[in-house]
């Protein structure tokens, strides 16, 4: 382990980072380098033998004896094989500790374990993972020991995506060549490049492992299918910001110096709203960087709880009653010279590009809100958005007081021509300074709300991956530019037709302006009659990826090809039915083999002592009542788990995809919430010493 006690040697310590890249490469090589991250391109195999070299030097220098190409397939995860550098030993014996450049640029993983949704039969398996320059190489510490890491593209044979970097890297292609022609027409004509920044807030859940180990429903699938509420549950907001435990803060640390050294910049540390929730939060990075860095941080939250005897749950609901997990995606524009897209300045409203840059953002999210909607959406994340804790599953745009009021100026009278002004937040006590406080408020509940300088797209889940929705966004919103370009830069009148396509904009796309209460039932009503789309989950999400509209949105910037959008349509049912299927399985398993015989027990010592007191003459009121409640209880359980096991076996014989997802939500789901019912009611009645497994006291309130 590095020297702890100092962050700012450690930090980037097991990154092949550029500074390090300037020490150990030719100087034209490094220049090469610097030049592709600039402007893009591709490095020689004579210039990547030589990048090989220094990496490799690098990474055994440090004790690495292994490499990995580090890809993200459509599982959500992230994959790896490792090959240790040996090759093979010369005539004398000795071995040599190799790595080429071919080694480096591509890999050749066996592309047919992965979810590919139709794009290769299992007979066609190649795949290849290759190098993304853009993304550096890290060491990751593990009990295998230090693997050099290369971040890649996972593409099949015929060049189609088979994971979420391919398409990302597409997107911020996009979003930089229609970037650049919105800034050229404001007559900037010394930006470069513009890239997306991201950072993405992670929330997570710790408990502790012993108990993690004995509850089957949260090693099969993460999340709890049974349990009864605790008595107390967030209901005093007193976890939030509260002080941190010992046992979580020592994770923490833990946490922080490992990220440290990978080079991804933790900052951020704080309890959550739920019970042993807690939250990090890194300094943004360009898109690409940070969602490989959020993978990165899922990993080592991961394997740091291991390390503390806990588990780290990144589920997005691992307890009903209380707040699950989400991702805060922020997002903005940046210029190579440092000028954020985004950032409305001193007064928004005499700040036309910033204006058109907005409205070009709402246009888009207005247009494209089902396809946002769908890159957000996960098996997981169902039991979150829309359940008034996370944002609504309606995609609305929150903008504050004083952008709204600029965008009223503008609609209504084609020009705007004051702000209002943030003001001064008075303490109220002579010792402490007043200080200047923003002009808008927040909005908790707003799925896509923007935060001063950038847009904080909310409805992420914690356990997936930022890339679906970055690539959304970037194309989206590349797409509203394009149009824009596309009339401005034939316009003979510039700033007329800028502030005509403004107001044009605006007026077209307000429906998609909200700042109330996403929560209230009054806004589900008022979202419908403005036709926002409401989609209540995955499955129904899923064929926003192959309407026309999506199919030309994408191919325009040659972001997804048809195939590629069928293919991650089909892959999102495949996973959704067979996720329900784990659970509906290890529920039908606790039911029948843990929890119902625990019960069955207590029944059994119930009648016995009734009957003891029965014959002792003394009063059975109580125990019969008891009795009569857990047996009715128990009988309706059981119809209920013969009811799921029949239609799990149902939905199992279904072929077509499509519709047994379908089923899946619409018969399975239920048929399990049927069965949970009675089962945690039975927990409150069972004498807690039968109780089977760990239960939400015992997880939530003694890490
Ligand atoms: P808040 O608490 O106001 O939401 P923070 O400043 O804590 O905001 O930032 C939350 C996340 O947003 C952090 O990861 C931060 O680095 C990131 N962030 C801040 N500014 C930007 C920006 N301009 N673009 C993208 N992400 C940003
Ligand atoms: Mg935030």
């Known amino acids: 382990m590095a020297d702890i006690t100092n962050v700012e040697k450690m930090f980037g310590e097991n990154v092949f980072s550029i500074s390090t890249m300037h020490e150990r490469l030719p100087k034209q090589v490094y220049q090469k380098i610097l030049r592709i991250l600039s402007e893009g391109g591709e490095l020689s195999r004579t210039d990547a033998d030589v990048v090989a070299k220094a990496m490799k030097d690098w990474a055994m220098e440090k004790g690495a004896t292994h490499y990995t190409h580090w890809f993200q397939p459509l599982t959500g995860i992230t994959a790896e094989k490792h090959d240790a550098f040996v090759t093979a030993p010369d005539p004398e014996g000795h071995m040599l500790m190799e790595f080429s450049g071919k080694e480096l640029i591509m890999g050749e993983p066996d592309a047919s374990s992965f979810p590919s949704g139709g794009l290769r039969s299992t007979f066609e398996a190649r795949g290849y993972t290759t ?35 391919t398409p990302l890297l597409r997107s911020m292609e996009a979003i930089n060549i229609q970037s650049l022609r919105i800034l050229r027409l404001f007559g900037n004509t010394t930006a470069r490049k513009v890239t997306p920044s991201v950072g993405a807030e992670q929330e997570y859940f710790l408990v502790d492992m012993e108990k993690w180990q004995k509850r089957s429903d949260l090693v ?5 299918l049974f349990g009864a509420p605790a008595p107390k549950g967030q209901e005093m907001e007193d976890h939030y910001f509260g002080v941190i435990r010992e046992r979580v803060g020592a994770y923490m640390k833990d946490l922080n110096n490992e990220l440290w050294e990978l080079g991804v910049p933790a900052k951020t540390q704080h309890n959550e709203a739920a019970p042993a929730q807690h939250e990090l939060a890194p300094i943004y990075e360009n898109a690409n960087v940070a969602t490989d860095h959020n993978q990165i941080i899922m990993e080592a939250m991961k394997r740091v709880a291991i390390h503390h005897n806990m588990q780290c749950l990144l589920h997005e609901k691992p307890f009903a009653g209380i707040n699950g997990s989400g991702k805060h995606n922020n997002w903005s524009l940046t210029t190579d010279t440092g000028v954020n897209l985004l950032d409305p300045g001193e007064s928004p409203e005499e700040n036309v590009q910033f204006l058109l840059v907005l409205s070009c953002v709402l246009k888009a999210v207005d247009i494209h809100a089902d396809l946002l909607r769908q890159s957000a959406s996960d098996v997981g994340n169902d039991h979150r958005l829309g359940e008034k804790e996370a944002p609504p599953a309606i995609i609305s745009v929150f903008l504050g007081e004083q952008l709204e009021d600029v965008v009223r100026q503008l609609i209504e009278t084609g020009v705007a021509e004051k702000h209002i002004q943030g003001g001064v937040l008075r303490t109220g006590i002579s010792t402490m300074p007043d200080v200047k406080k923003d002009a808008t408020d927040r909005n908790r509940t707003s799925p896509f709300a923007f935060t001063g300088n950038k847009f904080e797209f909310r409805m992420v889940g914690s356990a997936d991956s930022i890339g679906s929705a970055n690539t959304v966004l970037n194309a989206i919103v590349a797409e509203a530019f394009s149009d824009a370009a596309d009339e401005l830069e034939r316009a003979e009148n510039f700033p007329g037709a800028v502030h005509d396509l403004i107001k044009k904009n605006l007026i077209e796309h307000q429906r998609i302006i909200f700042s109330g209460n996403g929560y209230a039932e009054a806004w589900v009503r008022e979202a419908a009659r403005r036709g926002l789309p409401n989609i209540p989950s995955t499955v129904e999400a899923a064929s926003a990826l192959t309407t026309d509209k999506s199919v030309a949105l994408f191919s325009r910037f040659g972001i997804f090809t048809k ?14 039915a067979k996720m329900i299927n784990i659970e509906a399985l290890t529920m039908i398993d606790m039911a ?6 625990a019960c069955i027990h207590y029944a059994g010592r119930l009648a016995t002592t009734t009957n003891a007191l029965k014959q002792a003459g003394v009063s059975t009121m109580a125990e019969m009542g008891r009795l009569n409640e857990v047996a009715a209880l128990i009988n309706e359980a059981d119809n209920a788990l013969n009811n799921l096991k029949a239609l799990d076996e149902q939905a199992g014989q279904i072929a077509d995809r499509k519709k047994q997802a379908f089923f ?40």
């Open 563 to 576: 195939a590629e959008l069928s293919s991650r349509e089909e892959i999102t049912y495949e996973t959704y």
């Open 220 to 224: 099969f699938t993460g999340r709890t």
């Open 592 to 597: 029948g083999r843990q929890i119902l015989p």
């Open 131 to 165: 190098w993304d320059v853009t993304s550096p190489a890290f060491l990751k510490r593990t009990a295998t020991g230090l693997t050099l890491c290369i971040p890649t593209a996972f593409c099949s044979y015929n060049g189609e995506a088979l994971d979420k970097k």
């Open 664 to 703: 899946y939500k619409d018969s399975v789901k239920p048929a399990m919430a049927a069965l949970r019912k009675p089962c945690d009611e039975l927990e409150l009645l069972v004498d807690k010493a039968m109780w089977p497994f760990p239960t939400y006291q015992d997880l939530l309130f003694e890490v």
